[in-house]
């Protein structure tokens, strides 16, 4: 074995020494691209791309350092290759392949080969590394006489190596021990919504992410665009944000469902009622006719000019909010329709007013002449041109210049843009949904539909904040209403031409050969544009920062917690409809969540769905006792079959209300002598959650979850996606006695890799009773 290792090692030494040659030509050549040379446009430009280029090749490169090589794959017709983070060629002319990156099509049969069907392969090796040194090797040879048969696993050794180290607080990548079954999903093709659903620790988070790393590398129109992952929580967040970038992949944006509305913090809290009224895919019917609430008057409504009063009566006025409708645009673009409309009828009535005014005076009606006389100076210049220019007829033909002057002077007029104000406000969401939720009348009459007692139920006070369950209705509403940036362009066009100025000047001063007419005006543009592009944000950071974001892909995990109208916020992150939707319908908690993944996907014919099976984080005593909680939630539903068991079983102890705190600082102290390091998370009630940190000394303050430490307490909703080597559960009952509250007493069951413990105060619930009391 030792000569084998040998032999690996001077390969990886290889491999290492081509890695470092790499990075040094990489260096070379940024520093060349960096170099401040006289360049022009168009090389500018092609500059820009190699930078940006060989700086995500170096950003690879750092990243493979550690465990840059973790397979081989030694075939039947006598040859073999290396399988590993990044794919690496020899030095040219050759160029030969030395390994292959994991997501090539080649590398494939390292995950899914098997005895039974060996795709070519006759053994499958794991190189064990640490640094750059080789510590050992798993081997499995693919024959069918040491077939197994069973239970499929591929480099089991590997494998359970890995499952059964103790946990850092941060998810790693399992790019080395990828099994068959999670393979598959991670290359299944991009289009349409993939759900993905499997019981706790079967791997759906580590698969969603491997495979966002796959189609970054494998689809470059979804490189283009970047992904986003929507996570349950900022913890969450934190434990799983270290996958990608060990993976090399930096277009990724992370963010909880709330994050999808930057800039709202969702700090309040709303009954389930109230979050399940407000996440009903029928809110946005509500939104929408709320909207529209915001548009026109039931009446006629009148509009001082310079002294006279005009009335558009509710038929007219009903016809231009139709016609400033009718192009479909959202309601703060649409407004310019209106305005243009509204504006365009008091035009016709100011020049009618007018005409009418001076014909009185050609017809000699004497009741007209006072008031005319007043108003001559004003209107003067108002009057139609051929009555100006003949000074005596009246044909009532009126010059478009003249049409053009009034209807600028109505635009101009404060009385008139109040009116507009007043007819079709800019709305900000922010505004459209508090006044919705705080005035009774409006809500009325958005939501004709609802319950009395549900309309009461929504109804709050102003400047009470927001909850979770508004943040879709904010981001609809920001759809509904759109934003009027009409300014910000028109300053970018300006930005523009300067910046085109600015570019004929620097390329005239810096070409001697040259005079500036004869520079083709593209280098100009092209140097004007890559100074108004050049924006040094990464593409993950310009996404993060832009709400209409169009992403090449979606990876949604613990799926189930969305509501329907979260669901149409998720869905506009990714017009091209590339998702993929991992979760577990046994673990909802939210309120506004599912319970079948038929419900939120039922009618589209773009979903399809996927299992997976094996539990590969909780071992199979630890099933064995939540397993009656899932009976009793579905009774049709099959646990996930545990990969390991530990023989260490899961116990419960009974307590008093008075001895609590003291019983779980002393559980705590015999599971970490039990863990013999690691991590443990000690699951509570809400309630209970913020006690229970003092009675254990917890630096973290209330209600954050410090991945970092070796002791935690968290509720259930906060344990949703975590692992730790151990698990106390606290006050079960009351777990239960929560909304969902099996489906939490569930999730804080199966956190644990290794070992669990229940305290409970008075007798043990049913589901918990066959647990071994000690
Ligand atoms: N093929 C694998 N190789 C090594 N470890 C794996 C593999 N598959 C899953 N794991 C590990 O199993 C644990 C559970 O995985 P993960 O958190 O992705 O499961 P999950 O299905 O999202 O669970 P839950 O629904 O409970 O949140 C993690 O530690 C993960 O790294």
Redesign the pocket.
Known sequence: MNEEIDREQDHLDGLYARVDELRREVADRLDAALAPAGRRGQDLVERDAQVTRLTARRTALDHAEEGLCFGRVDRTDGSHLYVGRLGLRSAPPERAPLLLDWRAPGARPFYTATAASNQGVLRRRHLRTQGRRVVGLNDELLDLDTDRGGDGLVGEGA?ME??TAHRTGR??D?VA???AE?DEIVRDRPDGVLVVQ??????????ALHRAAYLLYSHPTIAERGVLVVGPSETFLRYIGQVLPSLGETHVVLTTADGLFPGVVADRTDTDAVARLKGDARTAAVLALAVRARQGAPGAVEVSFEGDTYRLDADRLGAIVERARANGLPHNLARRTFRRELLGALVQDVVEHDRRLLVDVEEGLDEDLARFDASLARTLDSVPATVGGTGTEVDGAVAPHELDRVRRELLLDPGVARVVEELWPLLAPEQLVEDLLTDPERLAAAAPGLADADRRSLLRERNAGWSSADVPLLDEAAELLGEDNTEQRARERQRRREAVAYARQVLGATTTDLVEEFLPAVEAEDLAERHRDRDHRTLAERAAADRTWAYGHVIV??AQELSPMAWRAVLRRCPAVSLTV?G?VH?TSGAAGTDSWETVFGDDRRWRRRE?SVN??TPSEVMAAAAPVLAALDADARPPQSVRSTGERPWRRRVGEEGLAGAVVAAVHEELRALDGGKLAVVAPVVRVAALARALDLAAPAGKVDLDADVVVMTPEQA??L?FDGVVVVDPDAILAGSRGLNALYVAL?RP?RRLGVLHLGTAPAVLADVPEV
């Open positions: 494998l890995s499952l998810m790693h399992i021990t990828l099994q999670q499997g019981g706790p620790g079967t791997g759906k988070t580590a698969v995990d613990e991992v577990d673990q997976l590969y984080r949703k996606g692992e199966t890799t």
